[in-house]
């Protein structure tokens, strides 16, 4: 066994090991759950980002910035990552103050309804499971990569990986090994592409040497490689992509059941919200670095097959052999994280939010939960073997089944006093069917959509049309009154002026990321790159009016309005 092999050993084990500790602290159901609603920022934070970073990002999307897209995926504001502040502000906080088991049982309790709550449950077995089965295959590909094993057999062994220790632990093993997968994967990630920047002569020789790769000659602009042979007819159809994405991203950061059911987990409400801030700049940050690496592979090897290789080949070739192991061991964290998260949570909703057990006995309920993992963890493990891996379109097509069915009855769930259990229900209903139904059709080549026509933005559109039209044909029960009305109580016990002022300070972390991002980028890449592609003006000014210029300066546009907001929306909340 090779050092890459070791180390991936080693962590595997250390994380099983992690959960066996853990699952011998379940006493009840709150604990298998939602960790007993003990954990502290920390804690949040990690499970947080562990449960998105996960294959799609190190595999797919550092693969799929390698390919072609460079430029674009580390100029960009990472507008996603503010569905974390948004999410926290204007429904996690309500969420926790719930205390729900699951995030489809606070819909059902929210709208007093079985039904809202089974469907709600429905869309979290199909679309998470989707993301499990892809999560599953990248961890069989990099294994199988790694190893002797066979694809076959790496499948096999990447799903007992986490299947062990979630089965047994619950939420209480997630969360801990989520934080520990964490600064695994972000501490090799940033030594990692230290690493490669000061091998290859530091950022602006960089940008010069990607500039000059000719079958690549758009990679570093801020739209990317566009045109024949891609999806983009035009740098105009890939703006307008971006933008669906990022929006259907956010509210998956702000509502999705693996973002949001976090919430339910944490000590108080300003864990929930210093922990979503602080994840907000992570996750950004996080991503610009492996974007940033995915297009620095190039220089190493411009053609590597499949493009989801290339961060596992930069691991091998080009990184020192402990930092490699230590970023193969990194990315396995991340794949296995984001798949005990999803085996978790599909697990939870098949035995608590679609009706098909009901028992008060906790020990039986235990049982049975930890028996639904187990069904449905084979279900995904028999379709990882039958179905072709296509780890980056499958996790983006999830995503926006998210943002189209829970993204408008997620929020005014929270804001709307007129939201009837009808409209919650055929909204959630409305927004799956119209994403799913054309993206089906464009996926067998019945369909051509244009960016305009997205599917996530036809289901978003038809789930909050119909969620506003049943709203206005039927009546508002009293429970749901009651509910919505209690729901807005802040407990007295989250006043608390030292907390406030130290969820204040995380604030302020959204405000600095926003002033030093935009000169960051400026010196460091916009203005090597017009040096390379000769758009500087004839005195050697900067010209302000590219594509790349513009996306710099909107950190600046996008954190710092967005940090001033959270911090006077925090004061007003709790303060005395």
């Not at 990630?189 to 079958?215: K, Q």
């Amino acid at each position: 066994m090779d050092i890459y092999t070791v180390t991936i050993a080693i962590s595997i084990l250390v994380y099983i090991a992690i959960g066996g500790y853990a699952g011998r602290g379940i006493k009840q159901l709150d604990d298998y759950y939602v960790a007993g609603r003990r954990a502290p920022t920390l804690i949040i934070l990690g499970t947080l980002v562990a449960s998105v970073m996960s294959s799609t990002m190190f595999l797919g999307e550092a693969g799929f910035s390698y390919a072609g897209q460079a430029g674009p995926y580390v100029l960009f504001p990472q507008t996603a990552c503010i569905g974390y502040v948004i999410g926290a502000l204007f429904f996690g906080r309500y969420l926790r103050r719930s205390r729900a088991t699951t995030v489809a049982d606070f819909f059902g309790q929210r709208f007093n309804s079985t039904r809202v709550q089974a469907l709600a449950g429905f869309t979290i077995i199909l679309a998470l499971g989707g993301y499990l089965l892809a999560v599953t295959q990248g961890a069989g590909i990099l294994l199988s990569q790694l190893s002797d094993l066979s694809y076959a057999e790496a499948l096999v062994v990447a799903w007992l990986s986490y299947t062990l220790f979630t089965i047994y632990s619950g939420s209480r093993g997630v969360i801990l090994t989520d934080t520990l997968m964490f600064l695994l994967f972000t501490f090799a990630s940033f030594f990692a592409i230290v690493f490669l920047v000061d091998h290859f002569g530091g950022w602006p020789s960089i940008i010069e040497d990607l500039v000059a790769i000719e079958d690549k000659a758009d990679l570093m602009s801020w739209h990317g490689i566009v045109g024949s042979g891609t999806e983009w007819p035009t740098a105009t159809d890939y703006l307008i992509w971006a933008l669906v994405i990022d929006f259907s991203w956010m509210l998956v950061y702000s509502v999705s059941p693996w973002q949001s059911s976090r919430h339910l987990m944490a000590k108080n409400e300003h864990v929930v919200l210093r922990a979503a801030i602080i994840a907000c700049v992570v996750v950004a940050l996080l991503q610009v670095m492996v974007y940033g690496m995915g297009g620095v592979i190039n220089l190493g090897k411009s053609d590597i097959e499949p493009y989801e290789s290339a961060t596992i080949w930069a691991s091998l070739y080009m990184l020192p052999k402990v930092l490699g192991a230590l970023m193969l061991a990194g990315i396995v964290a991340a794949i296995l994280s984001s798949a005990s998260t999803f085996l978790s949570l599909v697990g939870f909703s098949a035995s608590n939010d679609i009706g098909i057990h009901k028992s008060l006995d906790e020990k039986k309920t235990l049982f049975f939960s930890r028996a639904m993992m187990l069904v449905i963890g084979l279900l995904v493990l028999a379709a990882a073997f039958l179905f072709p891996p296509d780890i980056f379109w499958l996790t983006t097509f999830i995503a926006t089944v998210f943002a189209s069915s829970w993204g408008p009855v997620g929020f005014m769930s929270i804001w709307s006093k007129r939201i009837t259990e009808s409209a919650a229900f055929w909204g959630m209903l409305s927004g799956l069917v119209c994403n799913v139904v054309p993206k089906f059709f464009e996926f067998i080549g019945m369909l051509d959509l244009s960016s305009y026509l997205d599917p996530a933005i036809i289901g978003a559109v038809a789930s909050l049309i119909v969620t506003i039209a049943v709203s206005r044909v039927t009546f508002v029960s009293n429970e749901e009154k009651a509910y919505i009305q209690k729901l807005h109580q802040t407990p007295a016990d989250e006043i608390n002026s030292k907390r406030t002022r130290n969820t204040c300070l995380a604030s302020g972390v959204l405000i600095a990321n926003g002033l030093i991002m935009p000169p960051v980028l400026i010196n460091y890449y916009v203005r090597p790159y017009q040096s390379a592609t000769g758009t500087l003006f004839s005195d050697g000014s900067l010209n302000w009016f590219t594509g790349e210029a513009m996306l710099a300066l909107s950190w600046f546009v996008l954190y710092v309005p967005l940090g001033i907001f959270a911090m006077r929306a925090i004061r007003k909340n709790y303060s005395r």
